[in-house]
């Protein structure tokens, strides 16, 4: 008899499914950022965006500390974000312990809004870094389990 794994009546995968959701709609917090940091302060990359600035002498800017900030954080998020969503599909077939797998899943989460904290308001390292680790550190937990569990 087969057991499904990946159905919301697993604790496991719900869990999953709630957390990596939540960790992309953060992602995509950063884009609606990215963008309001660009209206905000005229701050455009395509010639073809000038005709949605207040300033009608804007011209292109691809350098903008702030908009440059937020993009350097988004990236991050894609970095980190996409290997924990691939990572943990496979964990969870793994069949994990659920309270372990609900703390893989809590850490990564809040340790992404933390790093989001750090970088946007600037705040002292080692903040940020230590945010960005434990997300690293935790997905890369997961990903041992993966290896030591599945075999070719």
Same mark, same amino acid.
């Given at each position: 008899?087969?057991?499904?794994?990946?159905?919301?009546?697993?604790?496991?995968?719900?869990?999953?499914?709630?957390?990596?959701?939540?960790?992309?709609?953060?992602?995509?917090?950063?884009?609606?950022?990215?963008?309001?940091?660009?209206?905000?302060?005229?701050?455009?990359?395509?010639?073809?965006? +000038?005709? +949605?600035?207040?300033?009608?002498?804007?011209?292109?800017?691809?350098?903008?500390?702030?908009?440059?900030?937020?993009?350097?954080?988004?990236?991050?998020?894609?970095?980190?974000?996409?290997?924990?969503?691939?990572?943990?599909?496979?964990?969870?077939?793994?069949?994990?312990?659920?309270?372990?797998?609900?703390?893989?899943?809590?850490?990564?989460?809040?340790?992404?809004?933390?790093?989001?904290?750090?970088?946007?308001?600037?705040?002292?390292?080692?903040?940020?870094?230590?945010?960005?680790?434990?997300?690293?550190?935790?997905?890369?937990?997961?990903?041992?389990?993966?290896?030591?569990?599945?075999?070719?």
């Amino acid at each position: 008899m087969s057991i499904l794994y990946y159905t919301l009546n697993n604790s496991v995968f719900s869990n999953f499914a709630f957390y990596s959701t939540a960790s992309v709609v953060k992602m995509m917090g950063l884009s609606a950022l990215t963008t309001l940091k660009r209206m905000s302060k005229d701050v455009f990359a395509n010639p073809e965006d +000038l005709s +949605l600035a207040k300033n009608k002498s804007a011209v292109v800017v691809l350098n903008d500390p702030d908009v440059e900030r937020v993009r350097r954080n988004h990236l991050n998020d894609i970095e980190n974000i996409v290997p924990f969503v691939l990572v943990g599909l496979i964990y969870v077939g793994t069949n994990p312990d659920r309270d372990t797998a609900l703390w893989h899943f809590r850490i990564f989460f809040i340790s992404r809004v933390l790093h989001t904290l750090t970088y946007q308001f600037a705040l002292p390292q080692p903040s940020r870094f230590i945010a960005c680790l434990a997300g690293y550190l935790t997905t890369l937990s997961m990903a041992t389990r993966v290896l030591l569990t599945v075999r070719p």
